[in-house]
C-alpha cells in the first residue's frame, strides 16, 4: 500500500534531539493483566523521571481506545492492530527523543515480539506487571472481571482469553509479594542506568 512513498531524510536527528534532551530516548513497555498494576506504576515511574528533568510521555490504555483506535475491539486480532499502532506512535515518540511509557495489556508474545521490531530492540524495554489472576480479581479495579465471570464481557484476559507471559522481560514485578514503592523504585533503578 505505501510502496509510491519515499522517506525523507531531515537535518536534525534524534541523536541531535537526544543531544540536546541530555538523555538518550527509550519505550517502556508495561504489560500484565487488567488490574495488575501497569498503570499505577507507569504513572509513579514517569513521575520520577519527570522530576529527574527527563522529557517523558505516557500513552494511556483508555486514551488510545477510545481515540486513535476507537475502531478496535478485544478480539485476537484487533488486539493485535491495537499494540501494532500503539507500537508505530511509540516509535515516532522514541524517534522524538522522549522516554515514552505505554501501559496495554498487550497478551500475545509475537505482538510484543512486532513493538520490538518497530522501535529497535534497544530501545525497548519489556517490564512484565506479573500479578495473579486471582490478585487481580480480588482488586477487580473496573468491576471487569465480575462481569467477565458473570459472561458479561466476552474476551476477558485471563477468563476468556489468554494472556502469554513473558519468557525473558528485562524487568519482572511481581506485585502480589511486593510494595508499590519498592517496585518503582526497581524500574527507576535499571531505567536510569540505560538513560545515560
Ligand atoms: N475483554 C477485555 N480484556 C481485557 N481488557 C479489557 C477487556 N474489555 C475491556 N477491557 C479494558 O481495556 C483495557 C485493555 O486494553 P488494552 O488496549 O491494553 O488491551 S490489549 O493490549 O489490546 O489486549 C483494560 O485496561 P487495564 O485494566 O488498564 O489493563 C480493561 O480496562
Ligand atoms: N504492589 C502493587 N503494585 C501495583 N498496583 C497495586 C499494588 N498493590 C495494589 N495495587 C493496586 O492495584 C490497582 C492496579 O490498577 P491499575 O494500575 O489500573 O492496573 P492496570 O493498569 O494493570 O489495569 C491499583 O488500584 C493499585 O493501587
Not at 506504576?41 to 523521571?49: K, Q, R
Not at 478480539?75 to 491495537?82: C, G, I, K, L
Not at 484476559?157 to 509479594?177: F, R, V
Request: hydrophobic share 35%; net charge neutral.
Amino acid at each position: 500500500m505505501s510502496s509510491n512513498t519515499v522517506r525523507h531524510d531531515y537535518k536534525v536527528t534524534k541523536e541531535n534531539r537526544q543531544k540536546q534532551m541530555g538523555h538518550r530516548s527509550l519505550l517502556l513497555w508495561f504489560t500484565g493483566l487488567s488490574g495488575s498494576g501497569k498503570s499505577t506504576l507507569a504513572n509513579l515511574v514517569e513521575l520520577e523521571l519527570h522530576k529527574k528533568g527527563i522529557a517523558t510521555y505516557s500513552l494511556d490504555g483508555d486514551n488510545i481506545r477510545q481515540g486513535i483506535n476507537k475502531d478496535l475491539s478485544f478480539a485476537p486480532e484487533d488486539r493485535t492492530e491495537n499494540i501494532r499502532r500503539i507500537a508505530e506512535i511509540s516509535n515516532l515518540m522514541v524517534d522524538a527523543g522522549v522516554v515514552t511509557l505505554a501501559a496495554f495489556v498487550s497478551p500475545y508474545i509475537a505482538d510484543r515480539e512486532n513493538i520490538k521490531h518497530i522501535v529497535g530492540a534497544p530501545n525497548f524495554i519489556e517490564i512484565y506487571v506479573n500479578t495473579s489472576l486471582e490478585e487481580c480479581e480480588r482488586r477487580d479495579v473496573k468491576g471487569l472481571y465480575r462481569k467477565a465471570r458473570a459472561g458479561e464481557i466476552k474476551n476477558m484476559t485471563g477468563i476468556s482469553a489468554p494472556y502469554e507471559a513473558p519468557i525473558n522481560p528485562d524487568i519482572e514485578i511481581k506485585t502480589d509479594h511486593q510494595d508499590i514503592n519498592t517496585s518503582v523504585q526497581t524500574i527507576l533503578e535499571v531505567i536510569i542506568q540505560k538513560l545515560k
